[in-house]
């Protein structure tokens, strides 16, 4: 419109679009939707497998615990179970023994019996490998542990098997380096481990066994390598499992029910050591691992190395050690055994060798010897024949007998003990056991020396395990001079002849059994039976000499004093206020 009121000319609107920002746009809120649905559903997801995954876990939490319940279950069940068979299996041995020793049946019957003697030791030996499997997997197995020179336990192990593998055409090489391989383990259980390491070695060999022992940054590693078929990659970790075989054919690793190699690899676990099979394809290698220690401080030199117990004895039995006056003859034809043991004795007491049964005769006559050590397989002349010879011969019959050998059998150990030996250990044997036997042996004959040369007049020679015809003999010489012990004239010859021996023999006799001349034991035994008479104070003293055949007084006096320490005299007043003190 103008000024005049007139309408002007006319204008087209303006049309504004003001955009909307992106987030407010529709394909925004798509995405914000789809954001949001994303979320959710990975929320649910993650939450869902969450409480799926601790579900599992407290499942298999329960199952595992269930399991190791059923499995304690089942391993108290199988311990009472092996319990109960230990009971029928002894009284199935028991009498079975009872009947071959006594040979009591018919000839036809021999090889049935023998048949279940033999099933019976094998049911006894897997029955007490089963029990260890239960202690170690209950963790029952208490170990007692000890420094150990397991350089020493092989060579010795080595030594015991020589024989097994000689006769199975064997070649057995052991390579131990340093000298001495410290451990902290326990000796029995260790035995276990090796025992059954190099038996597996022999069993699958074909032509060599090797073992190799040394030192790996802090740990003792022993391979034991074998030439036969090696075990398949796939069943390298199997055959450690219980009750678990691997067959070659018809030989199957851990023989028996399985347990072996299970056992041994549990033992090596509780000492903190490693059993593995090695990845050599080329033959089988089982390799053990133990952690080293250093030298213990106790370890003696070879030339101070002494047992224990030989320290604890009297001051006569040290000085007799220290001089080593006590002579030890070692019968082997292996000579690597022979002097292993030598090497071994050698500290305590003086060794000689024989290489058969007949240089051993020769030596038993030529030297002074206390005491033997054999074994049963020799060529020429065996073993038991040698038993048997030393115990017939009068010169030497006193001398003990102790077996080593590699037979097993209940049949070899009677055989050995009726042939006349004190000891039959088995080999392998452990060497601080043999000491201990050969100890306890010599100790026995001290005591009976000890005895002979006291006051008492009655005494169980049985007690002192002498062979049955030497305590036959000081049974006959003990009651022939008691009978004529006022006869002053009673002599060396009177009685040589009274046990029909030559005066010679007899002589070499009593100095070799009670370490005395024939003279002195009868001076010996006419003081003990006045040292009697005179406690009992009904006699004089002149009564007394007479009575027991000394004819001088002064020097009944003097004898007597010599081994009482006091005059008849004193020693009756001294036992008539021993009687007054007790009868207050």
Sequence with gaps: MGVDGSLGEEHRPLQIVVSQHFYATPLALTIYFVVIILIVVASVYYFTERTLRRRKAEQAAYQNAREMELFNERVMFFAHVIHEIKTP??????????????????????????????????????????????????????????????????????????????????RLDCNIEPEHLWVRADRRAIRKVLNNLLSNALK??????????????????????????????????????????????????????????????????MHGGTLTLSNNLAQTEFVLTLPHISVPQTELSPEEER?????????DSEEENNDRSTTILIVDDNNELAEYLKRKLQPSYTVITAADAERALVRL???????????????????????????????????????????????????????????????????????SCIHNILERRTLMRSAFRSSVVDYDLHAFELPKREEEMLIKLDKYVIDNISDSN??????????NMSQSTFIRKIRKLLDTTPNNYIRTKRLAVAAQMLARGSDTISDVYYAVGFTNSSYFAKCFKEIYGMSPAEYMKKASGSVADNTK
């Design 307 to 315: 047992p224990e117990h030989l320290s604890e004895h009297s001051d």
């Design 204 to 269: 699958y060999a074909d032509q060599s066994i090797t073992v190799s022992a040394g030192i790996e940054g802090n740990n003792v590693v022993v391979v034991f390598a074998n030439d036969g078929k090696p075990v398949p990659q796939e069943y390298r970790q199997e055959i450690f499992k219980p009750f678990k075989q691997y067959r070659d054919g018809e030989r199957a690793y851990s023989g028996g029910v399985g347990i072996g190699l299970s056992l041994a690899r549990n033992l090596t676990d």
């Design 89 to 170: 299996i002894t009284l199935i041995r028991t009498p079975l023994h009872n009947i071959l020793g006594e040979h009591r049946y018919d000839e036809s019957m021999a090889d049935d019996l023998q048949a279940i003697s033999r099933s019976a030791d094998y049911l006894t030996d897997l029955v007490n490998e089963l029990l260890d499997y239960v202690r170690t997997e209950r963790r029952g197995y208490v170990l007692e542990c000890t420094d150990l020179d397991l350089a020493d336990m092989l060579r010795s192990l080595c030594m015991s098997f020589s024989d097994t593998a000689h006769c199975r055409n064997l």
């Design 365 to 435: 006559k030529e030297s002074n010897v206390d005491l033997v050590l054999t074994d049963l397989s020799m060529p020429g002349i065996g073993g038991l024949e040698l038993c048997h010879r030393i115990r017939a011969d009068i010169e030497i019959s006193h001398t003990p007998i102790v077996v080593l050998s590699a037979r097993s059998s209940v049949e070899s150990k009677i055989a050995a003990m009726e042939a006349g030996a004190n000891i039959y250990l088995e080999k392998p044997f452990d060497m601080d056991y043999l000491r």
């Design 490 to 499: 009673l002599s060396c010859e009177e009685l040589a002849s009274h046990l």
